[in-house]
């Protein structure tokens, strides 16, 4: 797919005029897939139009969805970009050396997360991807316009186009929501045996997540793990049962 499986994704964004350059951008580097994530403002207004200029149609096209989740169904590889150090085990890479790695899988779509234009992603959000990226700026003023975020990480991600289509994994890559129902099934499960504490559960995860993401799980992998929390459940299960007798 290269390019052409790569999804932008918004995260709420409120300014119309930045849809509009975003579209533009897009389309200057040779991209299409735009889903926009509970949209603030009107993504087909007069003001967003006029910015597309002659990128129209990637408006008129954009997915619109509620749910962040429901953005990234489907996705092998996601990249969220940010601002901040969530935690010292979250490592912030440069958009150069990060990208590249979703154009590594051109056989399914990958999605590159973009938060709000005042406060950018939360920490559930970033929790949705698997690598972070910060753009570089001086350290004078280090904020950037959320169109200018975008055009620059789309021109990153089209000098490696032409890599990324001669380089076809050998490996299948687990879709993010196979990957996604793991997490949720773990979870419940230490929880349920006490491993997790409910007013811990969240940040216990994210290092459970982190851990996962660097292994790139396949999505045979992913099948023989949920297949492990199975049994794990049924034994405790029969075991009760057993207690109960």
Same mark, same amino acid.
């Given at each position: 797919?290269?390019?052409?499986?790569?999804?932008?994704?918004?995260?709420?964004?409120a300014?119309?005029? /930045?849809?509009? *350059?975003?579209?533009?951008?897009?389309?200057n580097?040779?991209? /299409?897939?735009?889903?926009?994530?509970?949209? @603030?403002?009107?993504?087909?207004?007069?003001?967003?139009?006029?910015?597309? #200029?002659?990128?129209?149609?990637?408006?008129?096209?954009?997915?619109? #969805?509620? &749910?962040?989740?429901?953005?990234?169904?489907?996705?092998?590889?996601?990249?969220?970009?940010?601002?901040?150090?969530?935690? @010292?085990?979250?490592?912030?890479?440069?958009?150069?050396?990060?990208?590249?790695?979703?154009?590594?899988?051109?056989?399914?779509?990958?999605?590159?997360?973009?938060?709000?234009?005042?406060?950018?992603? *939360? /920490?559930?959000?970033?929790?949705?991807?698997?690598?972070?990226?910060?753009?570089?700026?001086?350290? *004078?003023?280090? *904020?950037?316009?959320?169109?200018?975020?975008?055009?620059?990480?789309? $021109?990153?991600?089209? @000098?490696?186009?032409? =890599?990324?289509?001669?380089?076809?994994?050998?490996?299948?890559?687990?879709?993010?929501?196979?990957?996604?129902?793991?997490?949720?099934?773990?979870?419940?499960?230490?929880?349920?045996?006490? $491993?997790l504490?409910p007013? &811990?559960?969240?940040?216990?995860?994210?290092?459970?997540?982190?851990? $996962?993401?660097?292994?790139?799980? @396949?999505?045979?992998?992913?099948?023989? =793990?949920?297949?492990? =929390?199975?049994?794990v459940?049924?034994?405790?299960?029969?075991?009760?049962?057993?207690?109960?007798?």
């Amino acid at each position: 797919m290269g390019l052409a499986g790569l999804r932008i994704v918004l995260m709420e964004p409120a300014g119309p005029m /930045n849809v509009g *350059s975003i579209a533009r951008a897009m389309k200057n580097f040779g991209l /299409n897939h735009l889903v926009i994530v509970n949209p @603030q403002c009107d993504p087909l207004s007069m003001e967003a139009m006029k910015m597309a #200029v002659h990128a129209k149609e990637i408006l008129e096209s954009a997915v619109l #969805v509620a &749910t962040l989740p429901e953005a990234l169904q489907g996705c092998v590889r996601v990249v969220a970009t940010t601002g901040r150090v969530r935690s @010292q085990e979250t490592s912030l890479e440069n958009p150069r050396t990060a990208l590249p790695w979703l154009l590594e899988e051109i056989e399914k779509p990958v999605a590159l997360i973009f938060g709000r234009e005042d406060r950018g992603l *939360s /920490n559930e959000e970033l929790n949705y991807a698997q690598r972070f990226v910060m753009i570089p700026t001086h350290e *004078s003023y280090q *904020s950037l316009n959320l169109a200018t975020a975008v055009a620059i990480c789309c $021109y990153e991600l089209a @000098q490696f186009t032409e =890599l990324s289509a001669t380089e076809s994994p050998s490996i299948e890559l687990a879709p993010w929501d196979v990957v996604e129902a793991y997490y949720q099934q773990l979870e419940s499960l230490l929880l349920k045996i006490g $491993y997790l504490y409910p007013h &811990t559960a969240a940040s216990r995860m994210e290092k459970f997540r982190q851990l $996962y993401n660097r292994t790139h799980l @396949q999505t045979t992998e992913v099948a023989m =793990l949920r297949g492990i =929390l199975r049994q794990v459940e049924w034994a405790l299960k029969n075991h009760s049962d057993r207690e109960i007798l």
